[in-house]
């Protein structure tokens, strides 16, 4: 199972933006069942879950983002988006997406560097 993940971007404080992480290759049955998530990590600062999906379309969000990120997903594309809105630059991070099922997987991570 390979994730790619993608949109990330330049925006100004303020501006939207929203991240893909697609899986691909041969995906067991059984890990269709699992959890997406976004991290992020910002220059100088541990890994931190942003915001988290599961198979059920169940959500989970750090308190610094809800009511201006929402995560979603396609199980027909086997992707997960985060639209991302009212950035700031405190929101500059790599952004990584995350699955957990009987196995963890890693994308590389998407550049989001929010400034004027």
């Known amino acids: 199972v390979q994730l790619q993940a993608s949109g990330g971007g330049l925006v100004q404080p303020g501006g939207s933006l929203r991240l893909s992480c697609a899986a691909s290759g041969s995906i067991p049955r059984i890990v269709r069942i699992n959890v997406t998530g976004w991290y992020r990590q910002a220059p100088g600062k541990q890994r931190e879950l942003v915001a988290a999906?599961?198979?059920?379309?169940?959500?989970n969000y750090a308190d610094s983002v809800k009511g201006r990120f929402t995560i979603s997903r396609d199980n027909i594309k086997n992707t997960v988006y985060l639209q991302m809105n009212s950035l700031q630059p405190e929101d500059t991070a790599v952004y990584y997406c995350n699955l957990e099922s009987v196995s963890t997987y890693w994308g590389q991570g998407t550049l989001v560097t929010v400034s004027s």
């Open positions: 999906i599961t198979s059920g379309g169940s959500t």
